[in-house]
């Protein structure tokens, strides 16, 4: 059988020293990459090749990774696009994944969780650390200490976050799950559209409207469409579980921890691992 493809990536940053730390940092992750400095030489590069990813800084000097994300959008691009933006910039965040964006990360860039969103947006699993118990090889050995050897370059950091989740993939056809949204509205049909574009990212969703008109059927739908549809979608009434309960009923307990706690028991967390 023939080996998988190499996947290749095109890391899209102005600043010479973050774009070699991404570089170096998905090198060691066993991708073929590549880099542009701004919009236009991206999509010159775009032109001539196609890629598994795009990663992009949102300023550019010509321009904004948005634009980029158009572009792709635009001409059909099966690329993934995964989008960094600076911290606290929630309005971007929602810009970048209304138009496309299959997730976002926010400066101080986390490498373990750029490493984590590159591989589920590929659908692989990060390379795990060569050894155990010590600490990751980003973490001051790894990928910040080959691009310079001392202090990680000014928007990165590296901390703990939890393992990739599957990739989710967008549907071919009508999902059930949308065709229970019942109506053939403008409105509807941009609803539908919507959750079909949400559930490809990773990112929280948050579902607002008046008792009565179905978030919690669009919040279902969302999960049938994404790819974590084989595993749990589980709803929580937060304002029926008292605050003294809060951290047993979410993180779950075991036997013993307190008074009544007579079995161990898991908390939604981890009943929704791996699902919605």
Known sequence: MN???VPRLLVVDDEPDLRTLYELTLLREGYEVETA???EDA???LI???YSAVITDMRLPDGSGLDLLHRLEEA???EKAIVITAYGSAENAVEALKA???DYLTKPVDLRQFRTVVASALGRAPVAPATTGQRS???GTGAGAAAGGGPQPRGVRDVSVEAAVPAPVAPATVHPALARLVGQSVAMRQVRSMIERVARGMAPVMVLGESGTGKELVARAIHAVSGRATQSFIAVNCGAIPEQLLEAEFFGFRKGAFTGATEDREGFFQAANGGT
């Open 137 to 139: 090889a980003g973490a």
């Open 37 to 39: 400095g701004c919009v």
């Open 43 to 45: 999509w010159a590069r």
């Open 3 to 5: 080996a998988s493809p």
């Open 76 to 78: 059909a691009r099966a």
């Open 48 to 50: 001539e090749r196609t």
């Open 100 to 102: 496309g964006a299959f």
